[in-house]
């Protein structure tokens, strides 16, 4: 049963499916650019895509989805590299891309 409340666009069979095919080309997180990534990130957040365009026509296709660190349900998977989720550190607010995870020494 999922936890997300009607009307979600992350609820339904077409999501899991784009999801399904985005992970199965890469795995490469397109936040942190590290292997291993097993969740989805909308490159423009539902939040924000839903105040662009009004409705959430589009939020999932394939070209606003890539691959990323973050949890799912209860599944935590931390970059194996930076030791970070990244799509939780994106936040849903963003439109831009966040800053980067490491300093410039």
């Known amino acids: 049963m999922s936890r ?3 009307g979600d666009p992350r609820n339904g069979h077409r999501y899991r499916t784009a999801v399904a095919n985005l992970l ?8 942190c650019g590290h292997a ?5 990130d909308h490159v423009i957040s539902i939040k924000v895509w839903l105040a662009l365009h009004g409705t959430y026509e589009g939020v999932n ?3 606003n989805l890539q691959p990323a ?3 799912k349900g209860r599944i935590v ?4 590299t930076c030791d970070l989720l990244c799509n939780q550190l994106k ?13 410039d020494w």
Do not use: F, I, M, Q
């Open 4 to 6: 997300r409340p009607p």
């Open 24 to 31: 199965a080309n890469s795995d490469r997180c397109g936040l």
């Open 36 to 40: 291993g990534a097993r969740t989805a």
């Open 61 to 63: 296709h394939p070209s």
């Open 69 to 71: 660190h973050g949890t």
């Open 77 to 80: 998977n931390r970059c194996p």
């Open 91 to 103: 936040g849903a607010d963003t439109l831009t891309e966040p800053e980067p995870h490491s300093r």
